[in-house]
């Protein structure tokens, strides 16, 4: 039910984009699996007819499709906004890699309005509030996986002294530096003695 409520929307907002829709029939019959990690849900998107349908997955591998794009949801989600992301280290893609970067310009072109949308189901009185709401929620999951990032940086530099701190790197550096100035100076007098003798 959510799927198809969501189809309808994407559908929906397509229609009214008359440059997007002749892109879509290039599409025909292309299939993107979608694969959540860390929710380990599958989801396969068809394109049929200048249309999207979406639909749910017991496997990765019940139906052929030409992209596999994997990764957390927020990352997934993220391509919304940014269609950047589809290429970056927290997805992966494996497939056609011409139909990712097809996709990625077809995202990139789309200016999806959430709000507009969800007013079709709410009204304009919980349309606003709610992509408020989902427009906070995206900043704070960011802003608190970035902050977690950095406390496990920090603990694993200073706690448990798993990983170097910038001054020990930076003197590690320095005492490199000096192993092979070191060992050029040798070389080059190993070379004087051996031309004398």
Same mark, same amino acid.
């Given at each position: 039910?959510?799927?198809?409520?969501?189809?309808?929307?994407?559908?929906?907002? %397509?229609?009214? !984009? @008359?440059?997007? #829709?002749?892109?879509?029939?290039?599409?025909?019959?292309?299939? *993107?699996?979608?694969?959540? /990690?860390?929710?380990?849900?599958?989801?396969?998107?068809?394109?049929?007819?200048?249309?999207?349908?979406?639909?749910?997955?017991?496997?990765?591998?019940?139906?052929?499709?030409?992209?596999?794009?994997?990764?957390?949801?927020?990352?997934?989600?993220? %391509?919304?906004? !940014? @269609?950047?992301? #589809?290429?970056?280290?927290?997805?992966?893609?494996?497939?056609? *890699?011409?139909?990712?970067? /097809?996709?990625?310009?077809?995202?990139?072109?789309?200016?999806?309005?959430?709000?507009?949308?969800?007013?079709?189901?709410?009204?304009?009185?919980?349309?606003?509030?709610?992509?408020?709401?989902?427009?906070?929620?995206?900043?704070?999951?960011?802003?608190?996986?970035? !902050?977690?990032?950095?406390?496990?940086?920090?603990?694993?530099?200073?706690?448990?002294? *798993?990983?170097?701190?910038?001054?020990?790197?930076?003197?590690?550096?320095?005492?490199?530096?000096?192993?092979?100035?070191?060992?050029?100076?040798?070389?080059?007098?190993?070379?004087?003695?051996?031309?004398?003798?």
């Amino acid at each position: 039910m959510i799927l198809a409520t969501l189809s309808h929307a994407v559908n929906h907002a %397509l229609s009214q !984009d @008359p440059e997007i #829709l002749p892109r879509l029939s290039d599409l025909q019959d292309r299939r *993107i699996h979608l694969h959540l /990690t860390d929710l380990n849900q599958y989801f396969t998107v068809h394109f049929d007819q200048q249309k999207i349908h979406l639909s749910g997955l017991q496997s990765p591998d019940i139906d052929q499709a030409d992209l596999h794009i994997s990764g957390r949801s927020l990352a997934l989600i993220k %391509l919304a906004r !940014d @269609p950047d992301a #589809l290429f970056s280290a927290d997805i992966t893609i494996k497939g056609d *890699i011409q139909f990712a970067k /097809t996709l990625q310009d077809l995202l990139a072109d789309f200016d999806f309005d959430w709000e507009q949308q969800l007013a079709q189901f709410t009204g304009d009185t919980l349309a606003h509030p709610i992509a408020n709401g989902i427009q906070s929620f995206h900043r704070w999951a960011s802003q608190t996986t970035q !902050d977690f990032t950095l406390d496990i940086a920090e603990y694993l530099r200073e706690e448990s002294r *798993i990983l170097p701190d910038a001054s020990e790197v930076n003197s590690f550096m320095k005492g490199v530096d000096k192993i092979r100035g070191d060992m050029d100076r040798l070389e080059a007098r190993v070379q004087r003695l051996q031309a004398n003798i």
